[in-house]
């Protein structure tokens, strides 16, 4: 730690004042680790931290989206992955026949009208069979499943527990372990092979989004629902992990993303 407060004293005597004083709360776990393993990333973290940043870990946070923003202007995405940038009601209107719909819609009480509209969308654009995966949390399940019902039939709820950090529920006071994963089918039919209904994410990932999931996770959840070459779309794209785990899987992928910022971070990530 005192070898790292060194470096930051070199580029800046105010930043080192403020580590010393017990102002950047992470500074004695994570600054080491950011020397020995990231040091490149050493000036803009300083520079963070003189325009007022508490942590060190958020200053890597803000550093990383800043590259994949500024990534999304140079790369091209593959010819299989498609994001586009505004409302899926509005920019997916043109996509068919997709083998399943996976992903994470925003959970809090003022966005719950989406998932009425997230259910007819997957019943109009889903092929005869397909799936729609959907995570959700547990405060506004009750209203979560009655909407998608009224438009898919409720197949089954996975588990979905994350390993390491968690967070409280403050509403209830409950330390969430685990996360709903709701499964539907555009008519029901039965699994073609016996699967287990309990899904690890293995790490936390929040760097392109404060609600980002794991990459692990998604990708269990295409290997258990599709197949090689088939179409996987998201109509909440977020920073991209769900495209992510296509390309690593060899699926293709469609999908739309309403956050212009958020969106320049996936097409960053995705991208080549």
């Known amino acids: 730690f005192a070898e790292a407060v060194e470096k930051v004293k070199e580029i800046s005597p105010v930043a080192a004042q403020k580590i010393l004083q017990g102002e950047i709360k992470d ?16 000036p803009d973290i300083v520079k963070k931290i003189e325009q007022g940043n508490k942590k060190v870990k958020e200053a890597v946070k803000e550093i990383r989206k800043e590259e994949e923003i500024k990534k999304a202007e140079v790369v091209t995405l593959p010819p299989v992955i498609d994001i586009r940038h505004g409302d899926f009601r509005e920019v997916l209107k043109d ?31 889903l092929k005869e069979g397909g799936y729609l995966i959907a995570y959700t949390g547990q405060y506004h399940l009750p209203e979560v499943l009655a909407m998608l019902s009224e438009s898919l039939d409720y197949i089954w709820t996975f588990c979905l527990y994350h390993e390491g950090q968690t967070q409280i529920v403050n509403g209830i006071n409950v330390m969430c372990r685990w996360k709903p994963v ?3 089918q555009k008519s029901k039919t039965k699994f073609t092979k016996t699967i287990q209904d309990y899904v690890i994410s293995e790490a936390r990932e929040k760097d392109g989004h404060d609600w980002q999931q794991s990459v692990s996770g998604v990708k ?16 909440f794209v977020g920073s991209g992990t769900t495209a992510e785990a296509c390309k690593q899987l060899k699926r293709k992928f469609v999908g739309a993303e309403i956050n212009e910022e958020t969106y320049k971070i996936a097409k960053g990530r995705v991208g080549t």
């Open 27 to 42: 500074a004695v776990t994570v600054l080491p680790q950011i020397t020995k393993k990231e040091p490149e990333k050493l």
């Open 220 to 235: 269990r959840f295409i290997e258990l629902f599709t197949d090689a070459d088939d179409t996987v779309c998201d109509p």
């Open 95 to 125: 996509i068919h026949q997709v083998d399943a719909i996976i992903t994470d819609p925003p959970y809090p009480k003022e966005y719950l009208p989406l998932w009425k509209d997230l259910g007819k969308f997957a019943a109009e654009k």
């Open 182 to 184: 709701l499964i539907f």
